[in-house]
T-cell receptor, first 118, second 115 residues
Framework: EAGVAQSPRYKIIEKRQSVAFWCNPI?????LYWYQQILGQGPKLLIQ????????DSQLPKDRFSAERLKGVDSTLKIQPAKLEDSAVYLC????????????????FGPGTRLTVL | AQSVAQPEDQVNVAEGNPLTVKCTYS??????LFWYVQYPNRGLQFLLK??????LVKGSYGFEAEFNKSQTSFHLKKPSALVSDSALYFC?????????????FGGGTRVLVKP
């Protein structure tokens, strides 16, 4: 079974530039998550999609971050303009939605994109 | 609001010795609890979970965890550690009554198993 795919794996940009990350979840997983993991910390949820609708974006800095999942499969996370404190690993994860019998609701993570903002 | 605490930044253990990684949680309702492991330059890998039923949960790679409701803990254990278990371990909690499937992660515990 193919896992969660993310690209690029690494990105270096200067502050005030824009950047976009791409995620392709596991086939059949309706729920998709974007997390930010700052060095030395646990992942923090930025946004959660159920199919192409947003379930939770309460911790997304909406003045500079945006995300979309137009067809309910792939997703893109964008930062514009980037700040130094956005340097982190951006993780995408997917899972079955709540209530799917036997799914257990564990999340499956991609390898992440390491962003460095100079 | 839900939260997770992992009180140890790092745990050092000799190969072959028992390994314990501590986790305590706080939720308003009943918890779903998870352990994930992260190897360098890789995403998180699911180890095990507690949903309901037996308080002792067995997972991948010989790991197990015990749910203790009175102490609000979910410590990860392995009877005999391997050098290859050296990694970063994260405990996570979800409030069963909360909408969505939001996980809250602890800050992580680095495990170093010495030969």
């Amino acid at each position: 079974e193919a896992g969660v795919a993310q690209s690029p794996r690494y990105k270096i940009i200067e502050k005030r530039q824009s950047v976009a990350f791409w995620c392709n979840p596991i086939s059949g997983h309706a729920t998709l998550y974007w997390y930010q993991q700052i060095l030395g910390q646990g992942p923090k949820l930025l946004i959660q999609f159920q199919n192409n609708g947003v379930v939770d974006d309460s911790q997304l800095p909406k003045d500079r971050f945006s995300a979309e999942r137009l067809k309910g499969v792939d997703s893109t996370l964008k930062i514009q303009p980037a700040k130094l404190e956005d340097s982190a690993v951006y993780l995408c994860a997917s899972s079955f939605p709540r209530g799917v019998a036997g799914a257990g609701n564990e999340q499956f993570f991609g390898p992440g994109t390491r962003l460095t903002v100079l | 609001a839900q939260s997770v605490a992992q009180p140890e930044d790092q745990v050092n253990v000799a190969e072959g010795n028992p390994l314990t990684v501590k986790c305590t949680y706080s939720v308003s309702g009943n918890p779903y609890l998870f352990w994930y492991v992260q190897y360098p330059n890789r995403g998180l890998q699911f180890l095990l979970k507690y949903i309901t039923g037996d308080n002792l949960v067995k997972g991948s790679y010989g790991f197990e965890a015990e749910f203790n409701k009175s102490q609000t803990s979910f410590h990860l254990k392995k009877p005999s550690a391997l050098v290859s278990d050296s990694a970063l371990y994260f405990c996570a909690v979800r409030d069963i009554g909360a909408a969505g499937n939001k996980l809250t992660f602890g800050g992580g515990t680095r495990v170093l198993v010495k030969p």
